[in-house]
């Protein structure tokens, strides 16, 4: 049946390009010879590839043509030691004749330095690919991160002289939408023919004129001979202890149509949700103005190691990743993002913890071993028309995220199970619409609509803290349920006044959040029967936030300073109302949320920011509810206090420095912020659980920080070299056991980094990473804490053979605690590949953990407490793969 199913593919294949009308011609000397192997491509009149060839022995070619419709249609014939010609098509049915005119070439002896080498255009920066590419490397992501200026983090994160990135994109369209890993993991390095790093990018056509965007994205620049097929790899793997990684990838880049289809599984470790990860997500979510919960409950469990995720994580997943994007036109397009993801995990520790309060410390010891099953679904649909007129984006978003964890614990000797259910939906519509008059002003519309459901349970067996719970009786468990429905709405309109370097902008509009927060603590007795247990641990309430607002922009911008100033000014009627526990409350405000950024350029290359904000808030619904609610089975919160507010000033300032033909980059920023705040925790410690009840009692939050990165390549080594210093310092209170402390902490980090090109056909990369961070509270006799962390990385690529490359990296951790004894592991890694052309077939062995480590000690520390854990991670791990490259 198959045979006969691809000799029908076959056949309707060679029916349809028969079919299909073709140019046809010669290309010939100027002596009238004719030309073997010259490249001939047919671009359409923007300039795309739509079909390329050469010519045969007899100087004769032929393009494929989809239709009659060549107007515009250019041909181009290049050829070593002939000049480029382009001849205009006229005429599907004519046959083209070209002569190709011999060029001087001067062959004469040279030292070839292989030289990399940046290109810039106007607020573009050119990266050749191949400049920068190795041997061992496969995606364009192994590449990026050893491209001087640009930063990769370990979640995938990339940043440009200290500035994330606002986007990725690909032959410059949106296709990933913010979600790029997969992008830079699967998207072979050979495809790309540069990345442009684009500094000031506005991606909506009709503010390029009077652009006021501070934003910097990326640009995969797509081969012409890459965008005429499938791309893609399948990859098979197979270890021991039980282990297997499955992959399957495809994609297209032409102009038409776009995609990155991805399938995945395996129980190595690898968590595929990281390639789900929106880099940019809570600036996002700042824009929105939509303060909801995440979600009130939790099993109480540590943090993770410091350590990449791979090496502690016990998965058993699969990833179903689709990202599509059609074009109707160069205006037009409609982008589809589906995925899908199931995880199951499993996490076990111990864990230790002190508090020091001024007369007292609270200890508690605990151990947990946890089943963790993940998933999430998201349907997300994009129309998107971009024209030099109008601009028209509407998003739909459809998010579904189960979580149940099942967990054994003890705490302080007590043995306990608990099972933790969270299932969040959410379904949002954004629509944003804005049309440019013939003036050169434009007009704005937009609405944003959002439902919202997150129940949460959590059951706890047998009943913990009987003598608050119970009154000192033993019983059976605990039940602790929790509902917030949430609908929000958010809509404006907006006219922009354009007259030269100058853009005014008036804003008026109004949101809408409606909430309710239900929830109820249940205690089941040893008889099997179940009661509320108390009046105070159960909640009804009623929130209605509505929100009026205007904003006044002025932008001016020229070539060398680019300034805005927002006045926006909103009035903030907030009612809240819960029968059971006696309360009906409103609240009033009128704020104004003054906002100034100014970018001057000292160079070409270099400018100067400097920025103040000065912002109101207002909290949320989890801030003001009375009745009690069991977060953990060690902590119940509640609160007795108005609704929360702060006033917060912030101010800023950096300096970007840039030699691109150097290679050369530099940055410094420095911020500072006072935040003052009627409201603060007071949280009551014993050694088996914690309680906190949010009181009126005005306090600040003051931080300030300063960051310098410095990245340069090194020609003479072939080495890109990175360096970085920080410091960071928090100063703000604590209301622990009716005792207000005032803490100040500081953090001071240092990193370096080196990609570096020995000989050619061994490279080595090193990363390390220092800090040192130091805690205290204005109390006599205070402890303070001192902590010192030391990461090293590094890896020795080398080509032992043709074909045959061998991976050799190690990472190194050194943890020093003024109280504890140094903490210091030393992991190790080797992989082997083998490259078989003919097959398009890498195989490739590896193992991980070679030390086979199986548990990994920690050390926490937050202003007064420390924590110490003991986490079990996978030993030594040996796999076997065979990707093949299609």
């Given at each position: 049946?198959?045979?006969?199913?691809?000799?029908?593919?076959?056949?309707?294949?060679?029916?349809?390009?028969?079919?299909?009308?073709?140019?046809?011609?010669?290309?010939?000397?100027?002596?009238?010879?004719?030309?073997?192997?010259?490249?001939?491509?047919?671009?359409?009149?923007?300039?795309?590839?739509?079909?390329?060839?050469?010519?045969?022995?007899?100087?004769?070619?032929?393009?494929?043509?989809?239709?009659?419709?060549?107007?515009?249609?250019?041909?181009?014939?290049?050829?070593?030691?002939?000049?480029?010609?382009?001849?205009?098509?006229?005429?599907?049915?004519?046959?083209?004749?070209?002569?190709?005119?011999?060029?001087?070439?001067?062959?004469?002896?040279?030292?070839?330095?292989?030289?990399?080498?940046?290109?810039?255009?106007?607020?573009?920066?050119?990266?050749?690919?191949?400049?920068?590419?190795?041997?061992?490397?496969?995606?364009?992501?192994?590449?990026?991160?050893?491209?001087?200026?640009?930063?990769?983090?370990?979640?995938?994160?990339?940043?440009?002289?200290?500035?994330?990135?606002?986007?990725?994109?690909?032959?410059?369209?949106?296709?990933?939408?913010?979600?790029?890993?997969?992008?830079?993991?699967?998207?072979?390095?050979?495809?790309?023919?540069?990345?442009?790093?684009?500094?000031?990018?506005?991606?909506?056509?009709?503010?390029?004129?009077?652009?006021?965007?501070?934003?910097?994205?990326?640009?995969?620049?797509?081969?012409?001979?890459?965008?005429?097929?499938?791309?893609?790899?399948?990859?098979?793997?197979?270890?021991?202890?039980?282990?297997?990684?499955?992959?399957?990838?495809?994609?297209?880049?032409?102009?038409?149509?776009?995609?990155?289809?991805?399938?995945?599984?395996?129980?190595?470790?690898?968590?595929?949700?990281?390639?789900?990860?929106?880099?940019?997500?809570?600036?996002?979510?700042?824009?929105?103005?939509?303060?909801?919960?995440?979600?009130?409950?939790?099993?109480?469990?540590?943090?993770?190691?410091?350590?990449?995720?791979?090496?502690?994580?016990?998965?058993?997943?699969?990833?179903?990743?689709?990202?599509?994007?059609?074009?109707?036109?160069?205006?037009?397009?409609?982008?589809?993002?589906?995925?899908?993801?199931?995880?199951?995990?499993?996490?076990?520790?111990?864990?230790?913890?002190?508090?020091?309060?001024?007369?007292?410390?609270?200890?508690?010891?605990?151990?947990?071993?946890?089943?963790?099953?993940?998933?999430?679904?998201?349907?997300?649909?994009?129309?998107?028309?971009?024209?030099?007129?109008?601009?028209?984006?509407?998003?739909?978003?459809?998010?579904?995220?189960?979580?149940?964890?099942?967990?054994?614990?003890?705490?302080?000797?007590?043995?306990?199970?608990?099972?933790?259910?969270?299932?969040?939906?959410?379904?949002?519509?954004?629509?944003?619409?804005?049309?440019?008059?013939?003036?050169?002003?434009?007009?704005?519309?937009?609405?944003?609509?959002?439902?919202?459901?997150?129940?949460?349970?959590?059951?706890?067996?047998?009943?913990?803290?009987?003598?608050?719970?119970?009154?000192?009786?033993?019983?059976?468990?605990?039940?602790?349920?929790?509902?917030?429905?949430?609908?929000?709405?958010?809509?404006?309109?907006?006219?922009?006044?354009?007259?030269?370097?100058?853009?005014?902008?008036?804003?008026?509009?109004?949101?809408?959040?409606?909430?309710?927060?239900?929830?109820?603590?249940?205690?089941?007795?040893?008889?099997?029967?179940?009661?509320?247990?108390?009046?105070?641990?159960?909640?009804?309430?009623?929130?209605?936030?509505?929100?009026?607002?205007?904003?006044?922009?002025?932008?001016?911008?020229?070539?060398?300073?680019?300034?805005?100033?927002?006045?926006?000014?909103?009035?903030?009627?907030?009612?809240?109302?819960?029968?059971?526990?006696?309360?009906?409350?409103?609240?009033?405000?009128?704020?104004?949320?003054?906002?100034?950024?100014?970018?001057?350029?000292?160079?070409?290359?270099?400018?100067?920011?400097?920025?103040?904000?000065?912002?109101?808030?207002?909290?949320?619904?989890?801030?003001?509810?009375?009745?009690?609610?069991?977060?953990?089975?060690?902590?119940?919160?509640?609160?007795?206090?108005?609704?929360?507010?702060?006033?917060?000033?912030?101010?800023?300032?950096?300096?970007?420095?840039?030699?691109?033909?150097?290679?050369l980059f530099f940055n410094v920023t420095a911020n500072y912020s006072d935040a003052e705040l009627n409201t603060i925790s007071s949280y009551s410690l014993s050694n088996n659980i914690q309680q906190r009840l949010v009181l009126p009692?005005?306090?600040?939050?003051?931080?300030?920080?300063?960051?310098?990165?410095?990245?340069?390549?090194?020609?003479?080594?072939?080495?890109?070299?990175?360096?970085?210093?920080?410091?960071?310092?928090?100063?703000?209170?604590?209301?622990?056991?009716?005792?207000?402390?005032?803490?100040?902490?500081?953090?001071?980090?240092?990193?370096?980094?080196?990609?570096?090109?020995?000989?050619?056909?061994?490279?080595?990369?090193?990363?390390?990473?220092?800090?040192?961070?130091?805690?205290?509270?204005?109390?006599?006799?205070?402890?303070?804490?001192?902590?010192?962390?030391?990461?090293?990385?590094?890896?020795?690529?080398?080509?032992?053979?043709?074909?045959?490359?061998?991976?050799?990296?190690?990472?190194?951790?050194?943890?020093?605690?003024?109280?504890?004894?140094?903490?210091?592991?030393?992991?190790?890694?080797?992989?082997?590949?083998?490259?078989?052309?003919?097959?398009?077939?890498?195989?490739?062995?590896?193992?991980?953990?070679?030390?086979?480590?199986?548990?990994?000690?920690?050390?926490?520390?937050?202003?007064?407490?420390?924590?110490?854990?003991?986490?079990?991670?996978?030993?030594?791990?040996?796999?076997?793969?065979?990707?093949?490259?299609?």
């Open positions: 049946m198959r045979k006969y199913a691809l000799t029908l593919w076959m056949l309707f294949a060679t029916f349809s390009v028969f079919a299909q009308k073709a140019l046809r011609g010669t290309i010939k000397d100027a002596g009238g010879k004719v030309i073997e192997s010259v490249i001939v491509s047919l671009k359409d009149p923007e300039g795309n590839v739509i079909n390329f060839t050469r010519t045969n022995k007899n100087g004769q070619f032929t393009l494929q043509l989809k239709n009659d419709q060549v107007t515009g249609y250019k041909i181009e014939a290049s050829s070593i030691g002939y000049k480029k010609l382009v001849s205009t098509v006229t005429d599907a049915a004519k046959n083209y004749d070209l002569t190709l005119q011999h060029s001087e070439t001067t062959l004469e002896t040279v030292t070839v330095k292989n030289r990399p080498s940046l290109t810039a255009k106007g607020d573009t920066l050119n990266y050749r690919t191949s400049d920068f590419a190795d041997k061992q490397d496969r995606s364009i992501g192994d590449v990026i991160k050893k491209m001087p200026g640009v930063e990769v983090a370990e979640d995938g994160k990339i940043s440009y002289n200290g500035k994330s990135i606002s986007n990725l994109y690909v032959d410059g369209d949106n296709l990933l939408d913010d979600k790029y890993n997969i992008g830079t993991k699967s998207i072979p390095h050979g495809a790309v023919d540069k990345v442009q790093v684009i500094q000031n990018d506005q991606p909506v056509k009709m503010m390029r004129k009077n652009n006021m965007s501070d934003d910097v994205a990326l640009n995969l620049v797509i081969k012409d001979d890459a965008k005429l097929k499938v791309m893609g790899d399948a990859t098979v793997g197979a270890g021991t202890p039980n282990r297997f990684d499955e992959n399957l990838t495809a994609m297209l880049f032409n102009k038409k149509l776009k995609f990155i289809n991805n399938i995945k599984g395996n129980n190595t470790g690898n968590d595929p949700g990281i390639d789900l990860t929106s880099h940019n997500l809570g600036d996002y979510l700042k824009k929105l103005d939509n303060d909801k919960p995440s979600g009130l409950l939790s099993t109480g469990a540590a943090g993770v190691p410091s350590l990449p995720q791979s090496r502690y994580l016990f998965n058993k997943a699969g990833l179903v990743n689709l990202n599509n994007l059609y074009k109707f036109n160069q205006d037009l397009q409609l982008r589809a993002n589906l995925y899908y993801l199931y995880d199951q995990r499993q996490q076990r520790y111990n864990k230790f913890s002190e508090t020091y309060l001024p007369d007292q410390t609270i200890r508690y010891a605990e151990t947990q071993d946890n089943a963790i099953n993940p998933q999430k679904l998201r349907a997300q649909f994009n129309l998107n028309g971009n024209a030099d007129k109008y601009y028209l984006n509407n998003n739909f978003v459809l998010d579904y995220v189960p979580l149940k964890t099942t967990s054994g614990f003890v705490i302080n000797n007590i043995a306990a199970s608990q099972v933790l259910k969270q299932e969040t939906f959410d379904l949002s519509n954004e629509f944003n619409y804005r049309k440019k008059l013939k003036s050169e002003d434009v007009v704005n519309l937009y609405s944003f609509l959002n439902r919202t459901t997150q129940p949460e349970t959590l059951n706890i067996t047998p009943g913990l803290n009987a003598d608050i719970l119970n009154n000192g009786n033993s019983y059976l468990g605990l039940t602790q349920y929790i509902k917030i429905p949430t609908w929000y709405t958010n809509n404006y309109a907006s006219f922009a006044f354009v007259k030269n370097n100058f853009v005014q902008t008036y804003k008026a509009g109004f949101n809408i959040q409606q909430q309710q927060l239900h929830s109820a603590l249940y205690r089941t007795q040893n008889n099997q029967q179940t009661e509320p247990v108390s009046g105070n641990t159960v909640n009804s309430l009623d929130w209605l936030k509505t929100k009026f607002y205007t904003e006044a922009t002025y932008e001016f911008s020229n070539d060398k300073l680019k300034a805005g100033l927002s006045l926006p000014l909103s009035y903030n009627q907030i009612n809240y109302s819960d029968k059971l526990n006696q309360m009906d409350r409103d609240l009033s405000k009128l704020f104004l949320n003054p906002a100034l950024n100014i970018k001057y350029q000292t160079s070409t290359e270099n400018y100067l920011t400097a920025n103040y904000a000065f912002r109101n808030d207002l909290g949320g619904i989890d801030d003001v509810y009375r009745g009690t609610v069991l977060k953990n089975y060690r902590s119940l919160f509640a609160n007795n206090a108005p609704i929360s507010e702060s006033k917060t000033h912030n101010i800023g300032a950096g300096f970007n420095f840039r030699k691109a033909m150097q290679m009692l005005s306090n600040h939050i003051r931080s300030l920080s300063f960051n310098a990165n410095a990245s340069k390549y090194l020609f003479a080594l072939k080495s890109t070299v990175n360096a970085g210093l920080g410091f960071s310092q928090s100063q703000y209170n604590q209301l622990q056991n009716n005792g207000l402390l005032a803490i100040n902490a500081q953090t001071f980090f240092y990193k370096l980094g080196v990609e570096a090109k020995i000989n050619n056909f061994i490279n080595w990369s090193y990363q390390a990473n220092f800090s040192v961070t130091n805690n205290k509270s204005k109390t006599a006799e205070a402890i303070r804490t001192n902590f010192q962390q030391l990461r090293q990385q590094s890896t020795l690529a080398i080509t032992t053979a043709k074909n045959v490359y061998l991976n050799l990296s190690a990472e190194h951790l050194f943890t020093h605690q003024s109280t504890q004894p140094n903490l210091k592991y030393l992991f190790a890694d080797v992989n082997m590949r083998y490259k078989w052309l003919k097959m398009k077939t890498d195989i490739e062995f590896g193992i991980t953990n070679l030390a086979n480590i199986k548990s990994f000690d920690a050390v926490y520390l937050s202003a007064n407490s420390l924590t110490t854990g003991t986490y079990y991670i996978p030993g030594r791990v040996a796999m076997l793969k065979a990707s093949f490259n299609f």
